[in-house]
């Protein structure tokens, strides 16, 4: 798997650049601000591109504003931005599109090595990832109406878990039950949510957006 690193700390870039190799991945180049990491992009053909939020020239959303647009170079590219703080607004802005293969991580979850392997294997699939202490921060938010109302507390609970990118397997491990009943809560999710019929990975990544949406995640 292809990946292309943008952050303009070079002692940071490096240490993920290590951390990927170890896990299996190529990085076929680095870039210290936006136009740089276009410019790999279209040049590279990437399957994932990882992108810290604040870059060069004023350090606010060049990151952002450049992973946003970066389906148009390459279509079907995942994207996984770091930020050093929990900026809701920033998560939902770049998972709200229509582009799949999104992710939003704390940079402190990088030193967790198969965290961060598989939320780059998940978005490179099309799957959407979200830092757990984001997810965290929106159930503690969560709007007492709206189409998650409906969701029991281990169906939400289940949901919690997609959000952050685990797959039904890894969410059978975490909450000590069987596969059939997580497929049971999963497709319960999908109904009360009231989900079109289709693959269940695009489901999935609906069931996580009308989470996000919904958690009214700010700050």
């Known amino acids: 798997m292809r990946v292309v690193i943008a952050d303009d700390a070079l002692l940071f870039r490096e240490g993920v650049a290590r951390l990927l190799a ?5 990085v076929v180049g680095q870039a210290g601000d936006p136009d740089g990491l276009v410019a790999l992009v279209r040049t590279e053909h990437p399957d994932v591109a990882i992108v810290d939020i604040r870059m060069p020239p004023t350090h606010t959303t060049e990151g952002l ?3 946003v647009t970066l ?3 390459r279509p079907g590219i995942g994207v996984l931005v770091l930020s050093q703080y929990v900026e809701g607004h920033h998560a939902l802005r770049l998972l709200g599109g229509d582009a799949p293969g999104r992710g939003y991580l704390l940079k402190e979850s990088v030193t967790d090595l198969d965290l961060f392997a598989a939320a780059v294997r998940t978005v490179a699939d099309g799957g959407v990832v979200v830092d757990p202490e984001v997810v965290a ?3 503690g938010r969560r709007r007492t109406g709206g189409a998650l109302a409906g969701l029991s507390d281990r169906e939400t609970e289940v949901l919690s878990l997609m ?3 685990r797959s039904n397997q890894a969410i059978c491990a975490e909450l000590f039950l069987s596969p059939k009943t997580v497929e049971t809560h999963v497709r319960n999710i999908f109904g009360k949510l009231e989900l079109p019929q289709g693959a269940d990975g695009n489901r999935r990544v609906l069931a996580v957006l009308t989470f996000l949406r919904e958690g009214k995640i700010g700050r």
């Open 65 to 67: 504003d450049a992973a």
């Open 71 to 73: 389906d148009s170079v």
């Open 163 to 165: 959000a952050q990118g």
């Open 137 to 139: 921060g929106m159930l």
């Open 22 to 26: 170890e896990a299996g991945f190529t």
